[in-house]
C-alpha cells in the first residue's frame, strides 16, 4: 500500500485517526486545508504528492469536488476514509459497507422510493444508495445536503410543541428548552452507543444512533411506537440494513405517518429517515 495521507482534521478526521491507530495502520501524514500548525499541517505544504494515498475525511464537502481540488495541486491517488477502513477485519467501526443491488433489492428499493414524502428525500434516499453501489451521484440545488439541521430539519421542528420529551435511549431533553446533547465522534463515545436500546411511551421525539444496531432497537420497541407514535428520527447508514430493511420495518409498521430521508453529511454519512405522524401535521 502506498503511503498514506489523512486528510481532515475535524470530527470525522479524528474519529478515523484513532481507527486507524487502532487497527495499526501507519498514516505518514494528517493534513488539512484550514489548519496550519504543527499537528495539522496544511495539505500545500505536501512534496512528492503522487506517491502517497490520500485518505479523504472530509464529509462536508462532495467527494468529487475535493477530489478535483487535490488533483489540482497534484495528487493522483485518493480513497474515502471509510473505505480503507473497510479493508481491515478487526476495525471497531466501518462505515464504508458497499453493496451488489440483487432482485429482492430493486424491487424492495423501487417499494421504498414511492413511499417518500417529497422529492428531497426521494433524491437523498438515491444519492445514498448509489454510494454505497460504488456511484456518487450530484447534489443538486433543490436538494441540498442538510449539514446543520441534523436530527431537527424543518419538518420535523414544526411537528412538535413546547413541552414534548426527547430521548435518545441515554438522554431526555424537553423542547425547545433542553435540548438532547451532541453525539460525541470518539472511537469510545461511538462504541458505547452499539446497544440496543429501549425507550417508553412518554417519549414524543426518539433518536436511534445504534451504530448498526438500528434495525434490532426498531424490532424490539415497534409496539412502543405503535401506541405512543412518537416522531422517530433513525440513522441508516451503519449497515447495508439501511438500504431498504431499516425502512420497510418502519413504512410496514407504522400507520398514518409520513417518512423522509434526508442525507446530512456527504460519502453516504449521516443517513437519517424521519418518520412524522400525520396528527402532528397541521
Not at 512528492?48 to 479523504?56: I, P, T
Not at 433489492?105 to 438515491?126: A, I, P
Request: net charge negative; proline share 5%; aromatic share 14%.
Amino acid at each position: 500500500m502506498k503511503p498514506i495521507i489523512l486528510y481532515g482534521a475535524g470530527q470525522l478526521g479524528r474519529l478515523a485517526k484513532e481507527i486507524l491507530d487502532n487497527v495499526k495502520c501507519p498514516v505518514e501524514l494528517w493534513l488539512d486545508k484550514k489548519h496550519g500548525n504543527e499537528r495539522y499541517p496544511v495539505i500545500d505544504t505536501v512534496e512528492d504528492k503522487e506517491k502517497y494515498l490520500v485518505a479523504v475525511a472530509v464529509s462536508t464537502e462532495p467527494y468529487g469536488e475535493i477530489v478535483k481540488s487535490l488533483e489540482n495541486k497534484g495528487f493522483k491517488n485518493f480513497i474515502p476514509v471509510w473505505h480503507l477502513i473497510e479493508n481491515f477485519d478487526d476495525a471497531p467501526i466501518k462505515n464504508g459497507w458497499t453493496f451488489k443491488i440483487e432482485n429482492e433489492d430493486k424491487s424492495s428499493f423501487l417499494k421504498t422510493g414511492g413511499m417518500w414524502e417529497d422529492g428531497c428525500s426521494w433524491y437523498h434516499y438515491t444519492m445514498f444508495v448509489n454510494w454505497h453501489a460504488g456511484l456518487e451521484i450530484e447534489t443538486l440545488k433543490w436538494a441540498p445536503v442538510g449539514i446543520e439541521d441534523r436530527w431537527f430539519p424543518e419538518f420535523a421542528h414544526n411537528a412538535l410543541r413546547p413541552g414534548a420529551v426527547l430521548s435518545d435511549g441515554e438522554n431526555e431533553g424537553l423542547y425547545p428548552y433542553r435540548m438532547l446533547p451532541d453525539d460525541e465522534s470518539t472511537l469510545d463515545a461511538v462504541l458505547k452507543r452499539r446497544y440496543v436500546k429501549t425507550y417508553f411511551p412518554k417519549y414524543n421525539y426518539i433518536k436511534i444512533h445504534a451504530e448498526g444496531l438500528e434495525l434490532d432497537t426498531i424490532k424490539v420497541n415497534m409496539h412502543v411506537f405503535q401506541k405512543s407514535r412518537p416522531i422517530i428520527a433513525v440513522t441508516v447508514y451503519h449497515s447495508s440494513d439501511g438500504i431498504w430493511k431499516i425502512e420497510k420495518e418502519l413504512m410496514d409498521n407504522l400507520d398514518n405517518y409520513l417518512f423522509y430521508f434526508r442525507m446530512h453529511a456527504h460519502m453516504g454519512l449521516a443517513a437519517i429517515m424521519y418518520c412524522i405522524p400525520k396528527e402532528r401535521v397541521q
